[in-house]
């Protein structure tokens, strides 16, 4: 045994089955709203995680390989004194972070008064369009690769990857960002479109057809985002957590994101036929830790190799201030540095590898030193607070589920990976612009007051 994780393997477990507990008691006392939510993601993408690699890492004295360039040279730099830095900042964010929703909430919800709930409802011929459009934009970005439609997404694949074969240009790389945008609109579809307060009859058609949106985006999170946000909906309008249902997701997703990204690059012809390996059982569940961990392992990678002065947060404000064109403030070349994301990719493994965050942690770090996870968690208790006080002036239909449950997620996008680069991004954006045109407010009595959007 390597005893010197010792202590971060027992921070880790400890800190899982404490946050866990606490959330459903909290669940099973008041019900549950955005910040189980929140949890559910933080807790398979880091509190799980973290713990299997802690875990593992204690009980693999020759170290930690799973063939991955980057985790390997992670796990072979990182030691326990920055697993127990990562282990420290997830358990106190959390604790900050329930303490700032608490806050917030109550204080919103006392000023507010007893106004008479909402309702949150859909145009369905525009929601129809929308589906439709995004039909239209993958099948134009399948041609755009020339040949059929299998030739077509084998090209996308590699596209995907950047492979240097595939020419990459203005309509084929901005309708890929759109597949992931049109995904999550799709998602809607189940909850958005039955008859009163019923999920649609029609769930059949719906099925497949965000099965589709999930397979061009090409990715193993294409396939589990579905999931996880059916789960999410079905928790936000019954009010609980069902263990049994998490469990069966958690089964039903570890193949996934083990062999995913194989079973991809061999329908893209560039990896021979997956097979599976039961001595390599232990390789297997560390890849699982690690590709569902990722802003763990970026945020070890970040404590292990980054030295910076404090960013003071300035990488978030530049991420979306690279939303402005190149020009538009006078400006005739970018006036912007490089993104804190190229540096990171730059140290962690090579300057022209596909992009590496610094992770969750790991930006916490960089941002505001020890300090980071105290103005971390305050910041997003505080804006989860005020979405939970947004929602609980909604009748809890599952329209409103539904929308509640897109934003959560949409915000909590950065828990992966630690910047706000993907989510000041076209298909987040374009996102927002699209629900705006088809998600309504009214009154109980009919009127319709305003547009919504995430």
């Known amino acids: 045994m390597a005893y010197e994780f010792l202590l971060p393997a027992f921070l880790a477990v400890v800190l899982l089955i404490a946050a ?10 008041r019900g549950a709203d955005c910040l189980s939510i929140f949890w559910v993601i933080f807790g398979l993408q880091c509190l799980v995680p973290v713990a299997l690699i802690a875990v593992l890492y204690l009980f693999s ?9 980057f985790f390997d040279r992670v796990y ?12 420290c900042f997830a358990a106190i964010s959390l604790a900050v972070t329930y303490a700032a929703y608490g806050l917030v909430l109550e204080r919103l919800r006392s000023s507010e008064g007893n106004d008479e709930q909402r309702l949150i409802r859909i145009s369905i011929p525009v929601y129809l369009a929308v589906v439709g459009l995004g039909l239209l934009s993958g099948a134009i970005l399948l041609r755009s690769f020339g040949g059929g439609l299998l030739d077509g997404y084998q090209s996308l694949i590699l596209f995907r990857n950047q492979d240097q074969s595939i020419e990459r240009g203005f309509l084929n790389a901005n309708l890929f960002s759109l597949t992931q945008t049109f995904l999550f609109i799709a998602m809607l579809g189940p909850f958005v479109t039955g008859k009163g307060d019923r999920v649609s009859r029609l769930w059949a058609i719906w099925l497949p057809l965000i099965l589709v949106f999930a397979l061009l985006a090409v990715s193993r999170r294409a396939v589990l985002i579905p999931i996880m946000f059916a789960l999410f909906v079905f928790l936000l309008k019954n009010g609980r957590l069902r263990i049994l249902p998490l469990a069966l997701l958690a089964a039903a997703v570890a193949p996934v994101i083990v062999f995913g ?123 989860l607070g005020w979405v939970e006080a947004k929602r609980r002036s909604f009748v809890n239909d599952w329209h409103a589920a539904a929308f509640f449950s897109l934003v959560v997620f949409v915000f909590a996008l950065p828990v992966n990976t630690g910047s706000l680069d993907f989510t000041f ?15 309504r407010t009214r009154s109980r009595r009919g009127a319709v007051l305003t547009a919504a959007a995430p």
């Open 261 to 383: 990204k194989t079973l991809l690059a061999f329908l893209a012809g560039q990896a021979p036929e997956p097979s599976l390996d039961p001595a390599a059982a232990v390789k297997y569940l560390l890849l699982l830790a690690s590709d569902a961990g990722i802003t763990i392992v970026e945020s070890l990678a970040t404590l292990s190799l980054i030295d910076l002065p404090y960013r003071l947060g300035i990488d978030h404000l530049f991420s979306a201030l690279r939303r402005i064109p190149s020009g538009a403030m006078g400006y005739e070349v970018p006036f912007l540095p490089d993104r804190i994301v190229r540096h990171t990719t730059d140290v962690f493994l090579a300057r022209d590898a596909l992009d590496i965050p610094p992770g969750w942690f790991g930006q916490m770090w960089l941002d505001f030193g020890i300090f980071g996870p105290i103005v971390y968690g305050i910041l997003v208790g505080a804006m």
């Open 76 to 87: 072979s730099l990182a030691g326990w004194v920055e697993l127990s830095i990562v282990v």
């Open 61 to 69: 004295p020759n170290g930690l390989k799973t063939d991955n360039e």
């Open 20 to 29: 866990g507990g606490f959330e459903l008691v909290r669940i099973e006392r």
């Open 425 to 439: 991004s076209v298909d987040i954006i374009a996102l927002v612009l699209l629900v705006a045109l088809f998600v």
